[in-house]
């Protein structure tokens, strides 16, 4: 079982920036899509973006394509989502999950395809 801690959030303006960290441990190989999800308040759960370990391969919900970008450290173990021009829309509580032996590229978007989820960090963007 992956464990996964995110750290990142905060409350900024509209436009500007952050980043967000999920540290993984307990990882046993490299076959396995590290997504990002995000709740608001109200809302379900939905997917924001997703990437295979090993390959990099990367795929963005519409809503954030252009304005976020995921990426990894393999050394650090750690997985980053970078978040620029930020909406108050996207204010939630963000989410890491690791997702192992992927069955398939349109099973990246589903949450209940992935095991291990971190404790969330929330992002609050005013306008």
């Known amino acids: 079982q992956v464990q996964l801690v995110e750290s990142g959030g905060g409350l900024v303006q509209a436009g500007a920036s952050l980043r967000l960290s999920c540290a993984a441990s307990g990882r046993a190989s490299s076959n396995y899509v590290m997504g990002w999800f995000r709740q608001a308040p109200g809302k379900e759960r939905e997917f924001v973006a997703a990437m295979h370990w090993s390959s990099r391969y990367t795929r963005y919900a519409d809503s954030v394509k252009g304005r976020f970008t995921i990426s990894s450290d393999n050394a650090k173990n750690t997985v980053y989502l970078q978040m620029n021009s930020l909406k108050p829309e996207d204010t939630a509580v963000y989410y890491c999950?690791?997702?192992?032996?992927?069955?398939?590229?349109?099973?990246?978007?589903?949450?209940?395809?992935?095991?291990?989820w971190g404790q969330g960090t929330q992002v609050t963007v005013s306008s």
């Open positions: 999950a690791a997702q192992s032996s992927p069955r398939s590229y349109n099973e990246w978007v589903m949450a209940a395809r992935f095991g291990s």
